[in-house]
């Protein structure tokens, strides 16, 4: 009865699940049959446009945002439902192969398979269709990008009419005037409709008041800007040049919207036609150019006059701001004829005549600015205080020599028709010095704002956080550069999706994602196994019975476990296939086995250190005659502290495999020896008994086992006494034979008992043998004896004698 229930109860399950499944594929399909077939029309017609190759940029541009929208559906899609398909994948594999042919199946096993079967199934097709969409997607989106590209440099690397051919200038000038003409007309016969002066003059009170706002604003706005910053040092951190920094924003941001009230008042009149309107609409972007490099200007020479007022930028300041301003000029003479190569479109050859001496002029400033940049140091070839060449002391002074040879490069090119070239060039190159010396001013800025917050002033500027900021800053940079030289949003946004996603390298998929979840993983492990190791040193361990070298021991290994057991739960929370690093750690362990033979070795001895403890922190020992305390315990090798208070690193290996004498293993029990010598004559028993008291009054010596005092012979100038003791501390040694001594001096002193020392008498047996002797007065000088012709003169024992004096 039980059985036929269960059986009745698996069958209804399996019944609901299937109607619920095929009703839900059903709907799931039907939608995206439709996606489908909308983006089957789509990909046909980019494939037919790009077969004919005749739409424009723009019409290619938004025809790749549309096929990118339907790649991120379809990238989507084919991942979808990857657990649910894995889920019966599993089922399947549970219920084992199939049978034979021929072969009869339980039906209840079989009906369970067919379900699962056309489940995964319907599961399974709208992912091969979404993989093939998405495959699709991509490959178009390349077409487009490459036909992109090669039309850019075509035009790049195209040659044009010459602009030194004096045939093209009246043709340049007449069209040139033409199209200010062109501006000023459509000007006047749109201002003499009635309608539109009817409706200036509905709108006549907020265009005043838009003016006058812009004029204030425009004209007031240094001032209001200085008022701000002395509030704003007020408040504290004056000197620190944060509040410089946040002033002089408001300097150029206050103006900026004093043009942009000015240029949407003069918008609002009406009066313009398509041309006025399309060039009003310009303005603050103009002027944003021209404001933000006086701001850099500005920001380069306050700086080099506080901090080398010496210098080229500082003492040349005013051709800076003259150069400075040439190069706003020249960015908004460029934005003009590329707006008026959208409006009229000129011949090439006016563009080649009327873009030339914008490039030259251009080109020619970015060299003098070059040449005003060098110091001394520079001109004379010497180094400077620090050994280098100036200018040439970073990354970016090198970028910025690289530039300035590109600006010199491009008239060069222009002379010979290549005009397309040489304003890709050119201009660029001004737009990439703003940035760079956007960077450094950024960079500064940071570096003050540190040093104020942390009280560390200039010192700041060598912090790791300042490193780590112009790292960061310098990596927001990449995709301004790239858009500068040429580089489409639409192919950074492609890279971005594909630095997303992930690149497939060795079956392993490594993208953003999977670093921070590793990181992330790998942080919360690392800092909750610090906290475990500190719990246990700090409050569980010293309240056990184990010893010092136990619990480091314990700690140690707690650490050791922890740190690999969040490595692996790092490693599988980011999606890394441990199977493919199994394969590199296979390759690894050869050269492993050879190469770091040494470092294996210590491993494998520090975790026998650590589970042996044949030595222990704190542990007193002797090891190739380096005698200290262990202070550290790692798995390579162990810190050694001598008494000189040095640290020795000793390798585990040979802890291990070498001869180790540990004074203090166990306990802290151990052995004292104190020799000394008396004169010959004294009585030995009245020694005896003076050393047995000195031993046994000193507070560190245990009386169980008690001192003893032995007799150890007969020395050549003295008899020989040792006082043994075990001393309840051994570490205590040197200050206890030292105690010893100075009171076996003092009660030696006290009873009259003499501490011999060597002493030695020598008698001349004939002394007149010296050579050089004086003789006796009166008499004549005795001649030399000679001396035996078989061995010169010797000193024998018998010769020396004993005696007080020396």
């Given amino acids: 009865m039980r059985s036929l229930r269960a059986v009745l109860f698996t069958a209804l399950s399996l019944a609901l699940l299937w109607v619920g499944t095929i009703a839900s594929a059903q709907q799931i399909t039907d939608e995206q049959r439709a996606f489908h077939d909308r983006w089957l029309t789509t990909a046909q017609r980019a494939e037919t446009v790009l077969n004919t190759k005749r739409a424009s940029d723009a019409s290619l541009e938004q025809l790749r945002a549309e096929i990118a929208t339907y790649r991120d559906r379809f990238n989507v899609s084919r991942t979808r439902n990857s657990d649910r398909i894995e889920t019966l994948q599993s089922q399947l594999e549970a219920l084992g192969p199939a049978p034979e042919d021929g072969a009869t199946e339980v039906a209840d096993i079989a009906q369970l398979r067919q379900r699962l079967t056309e489940q995964l199934d319907n599961l399974r097709v709208p992912q091969v269709i979404s993989e093939e969409a998405h495959s699709r997607a991509n490959g178009l989106i390349s077409e487009i990008d490459s036909t992109i590209w090669d039309r850019t440099k075509r035009e790049l690397l195209a040659r044009g009419p010459s602009p030194l051919n004096l045939a093209l200038w009246p043709e340049a000038y007449r069209e040139t005037r033409l199209a200010l003409q062109r501006l000023y007309h459509e000007t006047i016969e749109n201002f003499a409709i009635g309608s539109v002066r009817a409706q200036m003059q509905d709108r006549l009170p907020a265009i005043i008041g838009m003016m006058v706002i812009g004029l204030i604003l425009l004209f007031k706005g240094k001032r209001w800007s200085d008022r701000f910053g002395n509030y704003l040092r007020a408040l504290g951190g004056a000197g620190s040049g944060v509040w410089t920094f946040v002033v002089s924003l408001t300097r150029i941001l206050i103006p900026w919207m004093g043009v942009v009230f000015i240029s949407g008042a ?15 609409q310009q303005i603050p972007y103009l002027a944003a150019v021209f404001l933000y490099l006086d701001w850099i200007r500005r920001q380069i020479v306050t700086y080099a006059e506080i901090n080398d007022p010496e210098g080229p930028v500082a003492t040349k300041a005013t051709q800076y701001r003259i150069y400075v301003g040439l190069l706003a000029l020249s960015l908004i003479l460029q934005e003009l004829i590329r707006l008026f190569e959208r409006i009229d479109n000129p011949s090439d050859g006016t563009l080649a005549v009327i873009s030339f001496p914008l490039i030259l002029a251009t080109g020619l400033v970015l060299l003098r600015m070059m040449r005003l940049r060098k110091s001394k140091a520079d001109e004379t070839g010497e180094p400077d205080e620090e050994g280098r060449k100036v200018g040439f002391s970073s990354v970016i002074s090198l970028v910025q020599r690289i530039v ?4 010199v490069l491009s008239p060069i090119l222009a002379a010979f028709g290549y005009v397309a070239a040489a304003d890709a060039i050119v201009f660029p190159a001004v737009e990439t010095i703003a940035l760079l010396a956007t960077l450094v001013i950024l960079h500064r800025f940071a570096s003050n704002l540190y040093g104020w917050v942390s009280g560390k002033g200039e010192a700041a500027g060598d912090s ?32 971005w999706s594909t630095l997303m996603s992930g690149y497939e390298v060795g079956g392993i998929t490594i993208s953003p994602t999977i670093f921070l979840v590793f990181a992330a993983v790998f ?14 040193r700090n409050s569980l361990l010293p309240k056990t019975r184990m010893d010092a070298g136990g619990q480091n021991a314990v700690v ?9 057991l969040t490595a692996l739960l790092a490693i599988v929370s980011a999606g890394i296939d441990l199977t493919a690093l199994g394969y590199v750690a296979g390759a690894l362990s050869v050269g492993i086995g050879f190469g770091l033979q040494n470092i294996v070795s210590n491993f494998v001895s520090g975790i026998i250190l650590l589970i042996e403890r044949p030595i222990s922190k704190d542990d007193w020992i002797d090891v190739n005659g380096q005698m200290g305390y262990v202070r550290d315990i790692s798995v390579r090798s162990t810190r050694i502290e001598t008494f000189d208070r040095t640290d020795v690193i000793v390798p585990n290996s040979d802890l291990i495999s070498g001869t180790v004498t540990n004074f203090t293993r166990g306990n802290t029990v151990g052995r004292v020896i104190v020799p000394v ?6 009585d030995p028993r009245k020694v005896e008994m003076i050393l047995s008291e000195i031993a046994n009054d000193h507070p560190m010596v245990l009386a169980r086992p008690a001192p003893s005092v032995v007799f150890q012979g007969f020395g050549a100038d003295s008899l020989d006494f040792e006082i043994r003791a075990i001393l309840r501390d051994v570490n205590w040694v040197l200050s206890v034979k030292s105690d010893m001594n100075h009171e076996i001096a003092r009660r030696f002193a006290e009873e009259g008992i003499e501490i011999p020392f060597a002493q030695r008498d020598i008698w001349l047996r004939n002394p007149e043998a010296l050579a050089g002797a004086p003789a006796p007065e009166g008499d004549p000088a005795p001649q030399p004896a000679k001396p035996p012709a078989t061995k010169p003169v010797e000193f024998t024992d018998g010769d020396m004698g004993e005696g007080d004096d020396y």
Wanted: glycine share 18%.
């Fill in 677 to 682: 010598g008396v004169a010959y004559g004294t």
């Fill in 556 to 564: 140690s290994g707690v650490g050791y476990i922890g740190i690999f």
């Fill in 266 to 280: 003069l918008q609002f009149t009406g009066i313009l036609g398509v041309r006025g309107t399309l060039l009003l």
């Fill in 404 to 407: 300035y040879l590109l600006g």
């Fill in 523 to 536: 942080t919360i492990g690392y800092t909750m196994t610090r906290l475990l190791q500190g719990g246990l």
């Fill in 464 to 495: 790791l956080l300042i490193v780590v900021v112009g790292f960061l800053l310098a990596v927001l940079a990449l995709p301004v550069l790239a858009l500068i030289w040429g580089a489409r949003f639409a192919e950074l946004k492609e890279v």
